[in-house]
């Protein structure tokens, strides 16, 4: 059974750094892709950052700049999410989110974890 746990939540203050992490516990084969989602209140959900087995990475347009996605330990099944210079419209539960190709497409969302960025 696999599980996303993330961790790295909390309050900060705006212009202030705040690292996101995920790890994909019971899975022996490397993620076809992992990524972080957020969701703020009265709002979708929205992909914020993706890393695709290859190095291909995504941002959404809100965070290039700021926000760097990045991919390591065993098998590459730990992402992080580097914030720097964060802004209150960045406060959201963030939500890891994993692709597996083995053995068929299967997804996984982590729990999620709140950034909220105010002063």
């Known amino acids: 059974q696999v599980q996303l746990v993330e961790s790295g939540g909390g309050l900060v203050q705006p212009g202030g750094s705040l690292r996101l992490s995920c790890a994909a516990s019971?899975?022996?084969?490397?993620?076809?892709?992992m990524a972080w989602h957020r969701q703020a209140p009265g709002k979708q959900r929205e992909l914020v950052a993706s890393s695709v087995s290859g190095g291909t990475t995504y941002y959404a347009d809100s965070v290039k700049g700021r926000l760097t996605i990045s991919r390591d330990g065993g098998n590459k099944n730990t992402v992080n999410l580097q914030m720097n210079s964060l802004k209150p419209e960045d406060t959201a539960v963030y939500y890891c989110?994993?692709?597996?190709?083995?053995?068929?497409?299967?997804?996984?969302w982590g729990q999620g974890t709140q950034v909220t960025v105010s002063s």
């Open positions: 989110y994993a692709v597996s190709h083995a053995g068929g497409t299967q997804t996984y």
């Open positions: 019971g899975s022996i084969f490397s993620m076809y892709a």
